[in-house]
């Protein structure tokens, strides 16, 4: 049997630029982490030439075709795979805006490879996945995900004009790097959904109005600023940006934020986040909040009707798991 423990991603800033219809006009960045959330993927022979997949339904089919889990049927066909049982565990609902799709699809390609005795790199399984999730399934999703889950770390992930992707991992002093994940505080919403709504009205307000392309323009431009502060260990500065941000990205798209949610992050700045923002495309999910330590049971007891789901980073991509430990 092989096993992908491949993780989830939190996106601070620069979200959007991802999508070819800005990066082709002006390049694209994205400040994330991944994070000690994880997708598992097994796979085992099947005792016949059926393919068995099981995530949150359990499909039994004769022919990869008849699978109807998009993202596993386009990459069992790319493989021509048959035979096996697959199984997906997830730590995190999907639609909650920590890019699960995209480490289900990387999470699937790395045990596929490793079933048929290949060791592939990072590059090869988010390009592969890029491939697969917006080439071949034309979901209206970017590229920081896949490169994200497959990577993992600390980065600025760099989109060119010329569709290709670069990684810079961005170096803290280790105490700041420590308190830094201390004052982050991450609340579930009680809602997941679908982000291809909400990419898809950004996507066309980027084409089409000006001003929300510059606005996706002055998030790129706040990245490099939230670097120095890391960099510089001025978190609460951080804080400040992830507010800044939020403000600017609730503009691009009327679906990335409603007024229970504006309730929610006027909450919590009144009682000790100094910035934050909803993970993901938006529409729901979970918010993030930047909260220094000495406040944080104020915002825990303004926020107490949601769940708050404790987490870490993870320095570390998508993984081969040892299943024999």
């Known amino acids: ?15 959007g630029s991802d999508l070819k219809e800005f990066y082709s006009r002006a390049p694209g960045c994205v400040l994330s982490t991944s994070i000690d959330k994880y997708m598992y993927i097994f796979i085992h022979p099947f005792f016949d030439e059926k393919i068995q997949i ?9 022919n990869i075709k008849d699978i109807k889990h998009p993202i596993a049927r386009e990459i069992l066909t790319e493989f021509n795979v048959q035979g096996v049982d697959i199984n997906s565990i ?3 609902p999907a639609g909650t805006g920590l890019g699960s ?7 699937l390609l790395h045990a596929l490879y490793a079933y048929r005795g290949k060791i592939v790199s990072p590059k090869t399984l988010a390009e592969k996945a890029c491939y697969i999730e917006i ?5 209206p999703i970017g590229k920081q995900d896949q490169f994200a889950a497959a990577y993992g770390g600390l980065n600025i992930i760099r989109f060119l004009k010329d569709g290709s992707v ?9 105490d700041a790097y420590k308190q830094f994940q201390k004052c982050l505080m991450m609340f579930y919403t009680g809602s997941s959904r679908s982000a291809s709504e909400v990419l898809i009205d950004q996507k066309k307000n980027i084409i089409g109005d000006e001003d929300k392309f510059n606005t996706q323009l002055m998030m790129t431009q706040m990245v490099e600023e939230s670097k120095e502060c890391l960099v510089k ?3 609460d500065e951080f804080g400040e940006k992830l507010d800044f941000n939020w403000n600017l990205k609730r503009t691009l798209s009327k679906n990335i934020s409603n007024s229970v949610f504006d309730d929610i992050y006027n909450l919590a700045k009144n009682n000790g986040a100094i910035g934050g923002k ?6 729901g999910g979970f918010f993030l909040f930047y909260c220094p330590r000495e406040k944080q049971n104020m915002l825990r007891n303004a926020l107490k009707k949601l769940k708050e789901i404790p987490f870490a980073f993870e320095q570390k991509g998508s993984k081969i798991i040892d299943m024999e430990s």
Do not use: Q, W
């Open 233 to 235: 260990s001025n978190l």
């Open 54 to 62: 099981k995530y949150s339904k359990t499909e039994l089919v004769e």
């Open 101 to 107: 799709s995209s480490s289900y699809t990387v999470g």
């Open 135 to 139: 080439d071949v399934l034309n979901e």
């Open 1 to 15: 049997m092989i096993g992908t423990r491949t993780p989830f991603r939190v996106s601070f800033i620069g979200g």
């Open 90 to 92: 997830a730590d995190i």
């Open 278 to 283: 909803i993970l993901g495309a938006g529409g």
């Open 166 to 174: 670069k990684i810079e991992p961005i170096k803290m002093e280790e």
